[in-house]
């Protein structure tokens, strides 16, 4: 079965600090995406990472994936109160067929504290 | 361009009722993809449509069923509803197997 986990789930930080979120999964995709949800809201994509190796940043959010330990992170840096969000990742169960089937880890309830 | 719209936004239902939810995606897109999203076992994949044919289905009891129309709409229909169908139901649409967008939801309340 494939899973896909993603630690910690609950992460309180304070402003200007760094951390990383972890996400494993035990499929062979090479589609791994990040996205954001904020409280009674829609998911936002942040990353896409399509190869092993593919590091991508925005603002202060910065994602890697290694395709052969099966492993992304999700880098914050500085952080900010406006980055206070759920952050999934999720991976193409169908890679090289369909582009719809995603399986998503828990989540991980970030709460950036001044 | 406008983004994946869903409708409604808000249903309460009553238990053994049936439901019907409509998702629009983006222009162009032609795959649309539904999930179940519940505190308890978070996002779930439902299925997934692509030029009017079911392309993949999830793990869900048959009561889930979906459609899509010849201008990529898509609809999901629950029935007979149970209280654990109280969720908020995504619609995604791509156009490339590299990116989904979703729309904003329908949060469905089962009493």
């Known amino acids: 079965e494939l899973k896909v986990e993603q630690n910690p789930l609950f992460l309180s930080m304070q402003e200007g600090k760094n951390y990383t979120i972890y996400c494993n999964y035990s499929?062979?995709?090479?589609?791994l995406y990040w996205y954001r949800q904020d409280p009674g809201k829609s998911l936002e994509s942040l990353f896409v990472?399509?190869?092993?190796?593919a590091v991508k940043q925005e603002g202060r959010l910065m994602a890697s994936l290694d395709t052969k330990a099966r492993l992304s992170t999700l880098h914050i840096t500085a952080a900010v109160h406006d980055l206070s969000a759920t952050y999934f990742c999720?991976?193409?169960?169908?890679?090289?067929?369909?582009?719809?089937?995603?399986?998503f880890g828990k989540g991980t309830k970030l709460s950036v504290k001044p | 361009k406008a983004g994946v719209t869903q409708t409604p936004r808000y249903l309460i239902k009553t238990r053994g009722q049936q439901v019907t939810l409509s998702c629009s995606p983006i222009s162009g897109h032609r795959s649309v993809s539904w999930y179940q999203q519940t505190p308890g076992q978070g996002l779930q994949f439902l299925f997934e449509?692509?030029?009017?044919?079911?392309?993949n289905k999830g793990n869900f009891p048959g009561r889930f069923s979906g459609r899509q129309f010849s201008n990529s709409r898509s609809e999901m229909n629950v029935s007979t509803l149970e209280l654990g169908d109280s969720a908020l139901y995504l619609c995604?649409?791509?156009?490339?197997?590299?990116?989904?967008?979703f729309g904003p939801g329908t949060r469905l309340t089962v009493t």
């Open positions: 499929t062979t995709s090479d589609r």
């Open positions: 449509y692509f030029s009017e044919t079911q392309r």
């Open positions: 999720a991976v193409d169960k169908d890679y090289g067929g369909s582009q719809g089937n995603l399986i």
């Open positions: 995604a649409s791509s156009q490339s197997p590299f990116e989904q967008y």
């Open positions: 990472l399509l190869s092993n190796g």
